[in-house]
């Protein structure tokens, strides 16, 4: 890999990381200010909300100038949140404007890997990416645990600069310090991210044109036969994943009699399975054997049913670990395609804004759905049966939605090859 390349990653492991820290925060701040209890997840839903929202602006920004510019700007915008709260902003109102960050980094993040690297090495980058992402996640939410522990605040409190005021008097404070910095540490890496050389086409200011611009790439990937496909895989699983979070904690209290501290660490435990599936993935599968790993996607669906079987914790993890194993492994190679697929159609930074489009819009109505389940005091274990077959059932009809296009294009090719009279 060109040195560049561990730039991007740099880049991409503190922005994730303060992104997951600063989640811990708030909802620390949430309690702190004895918020309603469902608030908390409701800063996932304004956190998300912005990717959806602004996906018609997102890509055209991201495409209109060097991709580090583009990191640097929302870092820079993570960074406005982030001080949001700390100066008294609401949390969910501050998380959203990290969320509108995070929105306009995600194509920028993604399109500089088609824009920089050889496509032959696009699953290895994102195997890379992923996982890294996924240790990020697992280490921001330590470290925002951390933080908010009154013994490691108070000794975090207690250096004190001569003549220098901080005006860092409260945990809370403190921790949304140590973020700060996590996320400037992120934007010094963005300027070195290196410039690919690539032609950027002027942005458009007339929203019209933008909304247009995007319904068009929208149409166009999911019309191209290799790219809904994947588009179809990918948005499944963000969705599915995102709600697998919220069954493992209700699962885990109700099968294995968790509390609420345990049962996230076994989020931590699904995250590891997601980081070792995406390294293996970007180690054995190629671009050109992408669309092979579909079938593993079902077989997670069916796997998620055997927790319902599952009462003890010896069996938990390693159920787990295999559950997030299968989902990087069959993930990353079909962001790959996309990525490839996209860059050819429409140019990097518009094609992740639509992946991001359909994925985020997957986890609100997945989410929204699951929410229902539970305020309607749906058991688990129906939910879970409900989430897995739902899960095999999608992936088994993309896999024949696939095997389709393969015939009709092996019929358009024998046409071609039929002698003229």
């Known amino acids: 890999m060109p040195f560049g390349f561990y730039i991007i990653m740099a880049a991409q492991f503190f922005s994730a990381l303060a992104d997951n820290a600063l989640l811990i925060a708030a909802i620390a701040a949430l309690r702190e200010m004895q918020a309603p209890s469902e608030y908390e997840p409701l800063l996932k839903t304004f956190f998300t909300v912005s990717y959806v929202a602004l996906a018609a602006f997102v890509g055209a920004f991201a495409d209109s100038m060097p991709k580090g510019r583009v990191m640097f700007i929302s870092n820079l915008i993570k960074i406005t949140g ?63 645990g951390a933080l908010i522990r009154p013994d490691v605040a108070q000794s975090l409190l207690s250096f004190d600069f001569p ?87 209700k ?4 099968a294995l009699g968790l509390d609420l501290s345990k049962a996230s ?14 390294v293996i993935a970007a180690k054995f599968i190629t671009l050109r054997k992408s669309v092979k790993v579909i079938p593993l996607g079902i077989a997670m669906g069916l796997i998620v049913l055997i927790m319902n079987f599952v009462h003890s914790m010896w069996l938990a993890i390693p159920l787990l670990i295999l559950i997030g194993g299968l989902s990087g492994f069959f993930v990353v190679p079909m962001n790959a395609l996309l990525q490839h697929r996209g860059h050819i159609l429409m140019g990097a930074g518009h094609s992740i804004a639509v992946q991001n489009f359909n994925e985020n819009l997957s986890i609100l109505i997945m989410t929204g759905i699951y929410y229902l389940l539970i305020k309607f005091d749906v058991s688990i274990y129906i939910v879970v049966t409900m989430f897995g077959l739902f899960v095999s059932g999608l992936m088994y009809l993309v896999r024949q939605k696939h095997f389709a296009n393969q015939a009709e294009r092996d019929d358009v090719c024998h046409l071609d090859d039929t002698p003229h009279h």
């Not at 008294?88 to 194509?107: N, R, T």
């Not at 990918?234 to 709600?243: D, P, Q, S, Y």
């Not at 699962?251 to 109700?254: D, L």
């Not at 660490?265 to 995406?278: E, R, T």
């Open 163 to 249: 003549v220098i005021n901080t005006g860092i008097d409260t945990p809370g404070e403190m921790a949304l310090t140590v973020v700060a910095a996590l996320y400037i540490i992120a934007a010094i890496f963005n300027v070195y991210v290196p410039n690919t050389g690539v032609d950027h086409k002027v942005l458009k200011r007339n929203p019209i044109y933008l909304f247009h611009e995007f319904n068009h790439c929208l149409a166009l990937l999911w019309r191209d036969k290799l790219g809904q496909i994947s588009l179809a895989v990918t948005t499944l699983f963000w969705g599915a994943g995102a709600t697998l979070q919220f069954i493992v904690i």
């Open 265 to 278: 660490l076994l989020q931590g435990v699904v995250a590891i399975g997601v980081a070792a599936g995406a």
């Open 82 to 144: 982030c001080s949001m709260m700390f100066f008294g902003a609401h949390p969910l109102l501050a998380y959203a404007v990290v969320g509108l960050g995070a929105a306009a980094y995600s194509p920028a993040k993604y399109g500089i890997l088609t824009e920089y690297l050889p496509h032959r090495l696009l699953v290895v980058a994102n195997g890379w990416i992923e996982g890294l992402t996924v240790g990020a996640i697992i280490l921001g939410v330590v470290i925002g």
């Open 251 to 254: 699962w885990s209290e109700v």
